[in-house]
């Protein structure tokens, strides 16, 4: 009887209590309003399912490092609730295998009865036919370096032919990525990596974690994430965390005072409301890569507000600020798979190698029927029967690391403040990635991205900051930009140093 009143005194849900009463708290724990009775009713049942689930999964702990579950915010939803798009919203599924279909027919392609694939908040298909500004079909290549450098008119590097960047025809639930490897486009390879097989133990760049670097800096280079809300719009969230790490990274860069780093919070807004096409629109899921190629500019969230938090369908407002300051932008993308690896040990060392030498990257992961919404803390590995299918969320790759002889990814979400380990982040075992660095298919471009991006705004030693690309194009006394347009210092500075040390031998 004590442990259920501290449960209650201190908002906690005792598991062992019966499914009503966990529901009677639950409503007053999070302000639940349902609008009838039936409504009420259905979403009982669901969240009697999500407890079951929840129960079963802590159950099957073995050690103390294992993930925990819990009830939260999102145990009266389904997966598709949070990661997709409701059912009423689904008619711009529609309009986009339309559209493809009357392609077809413009352009005298055989003709071709197009899936009717799940909408979600992640989009597998990308550029099949850009419809936003300055759109076309360029030669596919894997690194995808942005050109024309202004807001409202990007290309992008894609196939010629649209089919060739058609969604597979298996079920979301059904998927094996069992495909021919002589097929796989560039963007299914690894990207380029140092040789050898030393890499540090446990190298984070956000959260608590870093204290545990063996190398690296024990800095954290990650401030309040985004939340999303009921938007399915993960694959701009996603690139709103990014944008904060990368913004911090270079203050860091340049300053190498931790207590000097600036973090602010980047809007995922612009995206949702101007980059359209017919894999991309709004609330209705997308792909980052459509972001990248449109709009590779970032802003942060104080200039422009994220207002799609309780969901905002799938029409675009279109751009509402055109001067707002642009803060980084992103000039190259990288994407790539571990496709051509066969083995999770061979998958987890190349993600690894990525962390370490190209720094934080977007993945996709797959959520639904394993716990993922439940998670609250400890090491994530669920069955590998319950990571089948396609990834069906984009998420942040921040580090790695190991505990109690475990391995694991750290990974930062965009969903509500108090999701997951120290605020929305969550570790996922080396032996089930759900997904993480995956291919979806011989013909799909997969959802893992590295970026490169620059803002010269925060180098006090630039002459000269463009205001499009924002690198520096002119240091102060006749310093040179590095390869990341930025100026360390000047060649006076290092002649000096240089002097010195000559004197000093």
């Given at each position: 009887?004590?442990?259920?009143?501290?449960?209650?005194?201190?908002?906690?849900?005792?598991?062992?209590?019966?499914?009503a009463?966990?529901f009677?708290?639950?409503?007053?724990?999070?302000?639940r309003?349902?609008?009838?009775?039936?409504?009420?009713?259905?979403?009982?049942?669901?969240?009697?399912?999500?407890?079951?689930?929840?129960?079963?999964?802590n159950?099957?702990?073995?050690?103390?490092?294992?993930?925990?579950?819990?009830?939260?915010?999102?145990?009266?939803q389904?997966?598709?609730?949070?990661?997709?798009?409701?059912?009423?919203?689904?008619?711009?599924?529609?309009?986009?295998?339309e559209?493809?279909?009357?392609?077809?027919?413009?352009?005298?392609?055989?003709s071709?009865k197009?899936?009717?694939?799940?909408?979600s908040?992640?989009?597998?298909?990308?550029?099949i036919?850009?419809?936003?500004?300055?759109?076309?079909?360029?030669?596919?290549?894997?690194?995808?370096?942005?050109?024309?450098?202004?807001?409202?008119?990007?290309?992008y590097?894609?196939?010629?032919?649209?089919?060739?960047?058609?969604?597979q025809s298996?079920?979301?639930?059904?998927?094996?990525?069992?495909?021919?490897?002589?097929?796989?486009?560039?963007?299914?390879?690894?990207?380029?990596?140092?040789?050898?097989?030393?890499?540090?133990?446990?190298?984070?760049?956000?959260?608590?974690?870093?204290?545990?670097?063996?190398?690296?800096?024990?800095?954290?280079?990650?401030g309040?994430?985004?939340?999303?809300?009921?938007?399915?719009?993960?694959?701009?969230?996603?690139?709103?965390?990014?944008?904060?790490?990368a913004?911090?990274?270079?203050?860091?860069?340049?300053?190498?005072?931790?207590?000097?780093?600036?973090?602010?919070?980047?809007?995922?807004?612009?995206?949702?409301?101007?980059v359209?096409?017919?894999a991309?629109?709004?609330?209705?899921?997308?792909?980052?890569g459509d972001?990248?190629?449109?709009?590779?500019?970032?802003?942060f969230?104080?200039?422009?507000?994220y207002?799609?938090?309780?969901?905002?369908?799938?029409?675009?407002?279109?751009?509402?600020?055109?001067?707002?300051?642009?803060?980084?932008?992103?000039?190259k993308?990288?994407?790539?798979?571990?496709?051509?690896?066969?083995r999770?040990?061979?998958?987890?060392?190349?993600?690894?190698?990525?962390?370490?030498?190209?720094?934080?990257f977007?993945?996709?992961?797959?959520t639904?029927?394993?716990?993922?919404?439940s998670?609250?803390?400890g090491?994530?590995?669920?069955k590998?029967?319950?990571?089948?299918?396609?990834?069906?969320?984009?998420i942040?790759?921040?580090?790695?690391?190991?505990?109690?002889?475990e391995?694991?990814?750290?990974?930062?979400?965009?969903?509500?403040n108090g999701?997951?380990?120290y605020n929305?982040?969550?570790?996922?075992?080396?032996?089930?990635?759900?997904?993480i660095g995956?291919?979806?298919?011989?013909?799909?471009?997969?959802?893992?991205?590295?970026?490169e991006?620059?803002?010269?705004l925060l180098?006090e030693?630039?002459?000269?900051?463009d205001?499009?690309?924002?690198?520096?194009?002119?240091?102060?006394?006749?310093?040179?930009?590095?390869?990341?347009?930025?100026?360390?210092?000047?060649?006076?500075?290092w002649?000096?140093?240089?002097?010195?040390?000559?004197?000093?031998?």
């Amino acid at each position: 009887m004590l442990l259920l009143l501290l449960c209650l005194v201190n908002g906690e849900f005792d598991l062992r209590q019966p499914d009503a009463e966990l529901f009677n708290q639950f409503i007053r724990e999070y302000h639940r309003e349902y609008r009838t009775e039936e409504e009420k009713t259905r979403r009982f049942l669901i969240f009697k399912s999500e407890v079951n689930t929840i129960r079963l999964l802590n159950a099957e702990r073995t050690k103390d490092s294992d993930a925990v579950f819990e009830i939260n915010n999102y145990t009266d939803q389904l997966i598709p609730e949070i990661t997709k798009v409701v059912p009423s919203e689904l008619t711009r599924e529609e309009e986009a295998i339309e559209e493809r279909e009357r392609y077809d027919q413009e352009h005298d392609i055989p003709s071709k009865k197009h899936k009717r694939y799940k909408k979600s908040g992640l989009s597998h298909l990308k550029n099949i036919k850009l419809r936003g500004p300055g759109g076309d079909f360029r030669n596919d290549t894997n690194n995808n370096t942005i050109i024309n450098n202004t807001d409202n008119s990007n290309t992008y590097n894609n196939s010629n032919n649209p089919i060739e960047n058609e969604s597979q025809s298996s079920d979301d639930n059904t998927e094996n990525y069992t495909f021919d490897k002589d097929a796989y486009r560039p963007y299914n390879n690894l990207p380029d990596l140092p040789e050898g097989d030393i890499i540090p133990l446990y190298h984070s760049y956000c959260g608590p974690y870093v204290m545990n670097n063996t190398e690296r800096e024990k800095v954290d280079l990650c401030g309040q994430q985004v939340d999303q809300g009921r938007c399915g719009c993960c694959y701009a969230a996603s690139l709103a965390n990014y944008g904060q790490y990368a913004y911090a990274n270079i203050s860091y860069t340049l300053t190498h005072d931790a207590n000097a780093i600036e973090k602010p919070l980047f809007t995922p807004q612009r995206w949702t409301d101007t980059v359209y096409t017919s894999a991309t629109s709004r609330c209705c899921g997308g792909n980052p890569g459509d972001c990248l190629t449109q709009l590779p500019s970032f802003t942060f969230n104080a200039d422009y507000p994220y207002v799609d938090v309780n969901g905002a369908g799938c029409n675009l407002r279109g751009d509402q600020n055109s001067k707002v300051p642009i803060k980084l932008y992103a000039k190259k993308y990288t994407e790539f798979s571990t496709a051509d690896l066969e083995r999770d040990e061979e998958k987890a060392f190349a993600l690894k190698k990525i962390l370490h030498h190209y720094g934080p990257f977007l993945a996709g992961i797959r959520t639904g029927g394993n716990g993922f919404q439940s998670y609250k803390g400890g090491i994530f590995r669920p069955k590998k029967d319950r990571c089948k299918g396609r990834p069906d969320h984009q998420i942040f790759v921040v580090g790695y690391g190991v505990e109690n002889n475990e391995e694991f990814f750290i990974i930062r979400n965009s969903w509500e403040n108090g999701w997951g380990e120290y605020n929305n982040y969550m570790r996922v075992s080396n032996y089930s990635l759900c997904g993480i660095g995956a291919m979806i298919g011989k013909t799909v471009h997969p959802i893992n991205y590295i970026i490169e991006s620059y803002s010269c705004l925060l180098d006090e030693n630039c002459k000269n900051c463009d205001a499009t690309s924002l690198v520096c194009t002119e240091c102060k006394n006749g310093g040179v930009p590095n390869e990341r347009g930025i100026c360390n210092s000047s060649p006076r500075v290092w002649m000096i140093l240089f002097f010195l040390v000559l004197l000093l031998l």
